[in-house]
Structures are given as structure tokens and as C-alpha cells.
């Protein structure tokens, strides 16, 4: 008897707003198209402005450098923490990423996130012909929300440095949907949005 099993979407918002943001409402609307033709499938959300992930300091990055059979109960726990966030991405078929600007880089909160699933030797690894990711490719959708207009432009810092981090880790799909503008005027924002709006419906699809 053939099985099948049903697809996970992990939806990763990381606005200031939470849901209220244009980011995450952009995120909302890939994963409601992506359950209609998914309605079986599992949808993960980690909201990082509600359940943010600690910045580094050097305990914690001492921690993740500590071998397993010395480490001390609270540096087990913060290996806990990046060990959960590494499986979930894992576990995602399709990742979903809300992107907001704020001054020129990316949200504070999703750096914490990247730092903790950045790990030599398990989610990289460096060898003779270069570094080698290790979480295995899927496909990752970022809806790039921008108060002002970035694209293609020097000052888009967040484009490349998501790109390189995702296919430093193995994940080398990227799709990226802009929404830019926003903060421009009513009738910039009203176009951004319907044009990023109608681009996801047609990659959900």
C-alpha cells in the first residue's frame, strides 16, 4: 500500500507588529493559499517578536562551542533551544519568511534566530573544497516589506545577506517577494501590496 505524506510549511515572521506587520501579513496570505491546495498539510509559525530568541553573549556562544559531555545543565539548555529551532527548520517542506526593513538591515530578532542555527557541524560543515550546508535544500519564499524603495539598489543590505546565510546552511531555493514603498504614500502602499499579493497567490499555486 503506497503512503503519502503530507507537506510542512514553517512560516517564520519576525516583525515588531507580530501579525499586525506587512511582512506577516504578506506570510499570512502565502500560507492561506498554500493550506487550500495543503489542506491536510502542517503549518509551523514562529513568531519571533513574541517569542523572541536570546542575542548572543558570550555564555550562550560558549555554550554552543562546549562539547555535549561537558557541558554544564544551563548550557544544555541553550543547546535545547538551538537544537529545537535547527529540527523545526528541518522538518519544513516550504519555509515562509515575513521580511521587514528596519534602518537599512534586517530585524534584530531574526539575526538572534540565525545565530542559533548556524552551527558547525550540524547545520555546516567546512571541508577541503569549501563550506558545505547541511540542513538540505527547500524551497524559501521572503516577502521583503520596505518602507522605502531598495531593490536592486546598494542600500538593500537584506537581499544578499539572507540569500548567502540560507545557502550557506544548504537552503539554496530562494524566492524572494517585494513590497516596497510602503511608507512613500496611501496609493505606493496600495500598489505594493496587491502586486506582492497576486505574486503570492501565483507561487502558492
Request: hydrophobic share 40%.
Amino acid at each position: 500500500m503506497t503512503t503519502t505524506t503530507e507537506p510542512t510549511l514553517l512560516q517564520i515572521n519576525t516583525s515588531l507588529f507580530a501579525e499586525s506587520g506587512n511582512s506577516s501579513a504578506l506570510s499570512e496570505r502565502f500560507v492561506s493559499e498554500w493550506r487550500k491546495r495543503h489542506p491536510n498539510g502542517r503549518v509551523i509559525v514562529r513568531d519571533l517578536s513574541r517569542n523572541p530568541v536570546p542575542h548572543l553573549d558570550g555564555a550562550r556562544a560558549a555554550a554552543l562551542f562546549t562539547p555535549a559531555d561537558q557541558r554544564t545543565p544551563e548550557q544544555n539548555a541553550v543547546v535545547a533551544e538551538s537544537d529545537a529551532l535547527i529540527e523545526e527548520l528541518k522538518s519544513a517542506d516550504v519555509v515562509v519568511l515575513g521580511l521587514p526593513m528596519y534602518n537599512f538591515g534586517v530585524p534584530s530578532q531574526l539575526k538572534s534566530y540565525l545565530d542559533h542555527v548556524a552551527r558547525a557541524g550540524v547545520t555546516f560543515r567546512y571541508t577541503a573544497t569549501g563550506p558545505e550546508g547541511l540542513i538540505g535544500d527547500r524551497k524559501l519564499y521572503v516577502m521583503a516589506a520596505r518602507g522605502g524603495i531598495y531593490k536592486d539598489l546598494p542600500a538593500d543590505t537584506q537581499t544578499g545577506f539572507v540569500r548567502t546565510f540560507f545557502n550557506f546552511i544548504g537552503i539554496r531555493d530562494v524566492e524572494f517577494v517585494y513590497a516596497e514603498g510602503l511608507n512613500l504614500d496611501a496609493a505606493s502602499k496600495t500598489r505594493a501590496l496587491e502586486a506582492a499579493g497576486e505574486q503570492i497567490d501565483r507561487l502558492a499555486a
